[in-house]
């Protein structure tokens, strides 16, 4: 037996392929606002306020459960559950949805085939609650649908496809302004030989944003426009001047310690993962080996190798070989002072020298910017006072996270980060970096408890982060805030997933990505898939400031999986690296529990309670944003044992 729905464009029901008559339209909303997510509860009260906003409670609840018998005669009542709280399609009971081909990530070209349109187009129940929501949760949709559309335009694309072009058309049904359809459109039209249409398109295009947005074609787009018109792809002004505001870095070539052949070659692909990884910098440009001809710091003076191609920083490093161990050294060196900002050495076996290679890089890439800003940070301090760029509001928002401490800071310095990205935005609105990272700031305010106005903060990091990924779709960070905000404020894992594999994919460097990623496959049901990243994490930085945080989601998932060891293991770790962290004592006071740990489960409950001392049952159900009721329940019951509930 199976349920079919439909609910992106006009709404459809079939159950095993027979179309099923849902006339009420509050019913179709009712259905819409369950299925949005795999294994999504609704509040009775939710559902109320959102179909019966002018009846009192026990009228609406009375109007509800007249609603529910008509969708269970109608759909079923073995795929549509209620309980005295709340309401749920049942998960694995052969229900579908377009809506979850959408958010299930995965291959970008099948998941946009998914759009059919706007959520519950057409329907009208002339309630201000159904189309405050409709409008939220279709902006949301078609913010996702279209970056699965450029996603799947530049994948055809570059694979040379044909239907890239078809596509294409679809994205700008979807969006009529959007650039990368556009650019696609305009290389086909150049590619069969109509550069006229393509240079028309373009200036079409120009017409439009004046006009709708009193705004310019982004650099890639310009740069295409002059390349079919012969003009050569030069950057935009404003990128160019961006550009040069921040220092760049060199990376040079490795040196092999040894006269062996097969080192040189191990140093030679090491420089070259290391240039694939830099490649996902967003803040510094990157100069590669071969503008210095692959010298190493045996070759010459670094200060004037790096001084010839203009560098402020220079990456250097070594392999050296002993029998079957490797070990792999990398050095960040201030080219002006020629002073040693930063090194580490990688140990390593023969028998996995590639992985070694790809895993080295990685490590190396992700330690290397906190350093690279920390030395700017320095810099500019030690700099005549003058007027302050956008990169030195930048760097003063580096150097205060960094004086902040670990973790997700202080509530001051929070407030201090966020004033100074929105001096930033003052400056120059469309500066991508600062949209994200003031997000981040608000998913701050709602992870940590520091909002009044907890809905409003939510609110303000999806609008920011969506800004972020308009003004730049390569924006990782807005991705993996955007992903937090979709699955603590919004409980939709599906949609929330999506964006946090982009930002994997996009930078996999980066540990808060990797970070977002455990922590939304943790609670969308896949803890095994979510150790994976949670324990690459200290791979990729073994001194991550938010180390207390990553070890709350590893104790979880191991609990989860019923693997008892390995999470009373990291639970003694983390109370003893964070002994005042609530929401990691909360994790370790249950696994301790489960794992039958009383004595230290009830330590862990007392700091917790010295931590947070109105902590309560509905705290943690309004929290912890579990797609699966039995893992709620089972983190519930942890607590329980270990005395922090009654």
């Known amino acids: 037996m199976t349920l079919e729905l439909t609910l992106l464009g006009r709404f459809e029901a079939r159950r095993d392929g027979v179309p099923v008559p849902v006339a009420s339209r509050r019913g179709r909303v009712l259905l819409a606002a369950m299925a949005l997510d795999p294994g999504r509860r609704i509040t009775r009260d939710r559902a109320v306020a959102l179909l019966w906003p002018d009846r009192d409670e026990a009228q609406g609840r009375a109007s509800l459960r007249q609603e529910l018998s008509g969708l269970r005669r109608a759909v079923g009542a073995d795929v549509l559950c209620a309980d005295a709280e709340a309401l749920w399609l049942v998960p694995g009971a052969g229900v579908t949805c377009d809506v979850w081909a959408l958010t299930a990530g995965g291959d970008p070209v099948a998941a946009f085939a998914a759009w059919g349109g706007p959520l519950l187009d057409g329907i009208d129940l002339r309630l201000d609650t159904v189309e405050d929501w409709l409008e939220t949760e279709r902006r949301d949709l078609a913010a996702l649908a279209t970056r699965l559309g450029e996603a799947a335009v530049e994948a055809l694309s570059s694979g040379g496809d044909a239907s890239a072009l078809a596509q294409a058309e679809r994205l700008a049904r979807l969006d009529p302004l959007n650039e990368v359809a556009l650019g696609a459109r305009m290389r086909a039209a150049a590619g069969a030989g109509r550069v006229p249409d393509a240079l028309r398109l373009y200036d079409g295009h120009v017409l439009r944003l004046r006009e709708d947005l009193d705004s310019a074609p982004g650099a890639a787009l310009t740069a295409l426009r002059d390349a079919i018109a012969g003009g050569g792809a ?318 709350g989601d590893i104790v979880t998932c191991n609990s989860l999986l019923g693997r008892h060891d390995a999470a009373v293991e990291a639970a003694l770790r983390l109370v003893a690296m964070a002994p005042g962290y609530s929401r990691g004592l909360q994790r370790a006071a249950s696994a301790l529990a489960l794992a039958g740990q009383d004595d230290v489960a009830f330590d862990a409950v007392r700091r917790l309670f010295d931590a947070q001392p109105d902590f309560t049952e509905d705290y943690v159900r309004a929290t912890y944003p579990f797609a699966r009721p039995e893992d709620l329940e089972l983190f519930v019951e942890g607590l329980r044992r270990a005395g922090a509930l009654d």
Not at 260 to 286: K, Q
Not at 363 to 371: F, G, K, R
Not at 467 to 474: G, K
Request: aromatic share 6%.
């Open 234 to 551: 030069k950057p935009a002004p404003d990128v160019e001047r961006a550009i040069f505001q921040r220092p760049p870095v060199l990376l040079m070539g490795f040196d092999a310690l040894s006269q062996d052949e097969g080192d040189r070659l191990i140093a030679l692909g090491l420089a070259e993962d290391l240039r694939t990884t830099l490649s996902h910098w967003r803040w510094f440009p990157v100069i590669g080996p071969e503008a210095v001809g692959w010298k190493t710091g045996r070759d010459g003076d670094l200060r004037e190798i790096a001084g010839a191609v203009g560098a402020a920083y220079a990456v250097s490093g070594s392999l050296r070989r002993a029998g079957d161990r490797v070990r792999i050294s990398a050095n960040l060196t201030e080219v002006a002072s020629g002073r040693l900002i930063w090194s580490q050495s990688i140990d390593g076996r023969m028998d996995d020298i590639f992985e070694m290679q790809e895993a080295a890089s990685r490590s190396i890439v992700a330690q290397l910017e906190p350093e690279l800003l920390q030395a700017e940070a320095r810099r500019i301090e030690r700099a005549p006072p003058g007027s302050l760029t956008v990169w030195h509001l930048f760097l003063q928002a580096q150097e205060n996270e960094r004086r902040a401490g670990d973790g997700y800071g202080t509530p001051e310095a929070n407030r201090e980060q966020a004033r100074l990205m929105q001096e930033i935005i003052a400056q120059e609105p469309g500066q991508a970096r600062a949209w994200a990272w003031l997000c981040r700031c608000h998913w701050r305010e709602v992870i940590m408890g520091w909002a009044e106005d907890r809905e409003a903060a939510i609110s303000a990091c999806l609008d920011a982060s969506e800004t972020a990924m308009r003004l730049d779709p390569q924006e990782w960070d807005a991705r993996t805030y955007h992903a937090l905000a979709l699955l603590f404020g919004r409980r939709e894992g599906g949609k929330a997933r999506v964006h946090a594999a982009e930002a994997v994919r996009l930078n996999p460097s980066a540990v808060i990505a990797r970070h977002a990623m455990g922590c939304v496959l943790e609670n969308i049901g896949c803890p095994d898939e979510a150790l994976e990243h949670l324990e690459a994490v200290f791979r990729l930085n073994p001194n991550h400031g938010g180390a207390a945080a990553v070890l």
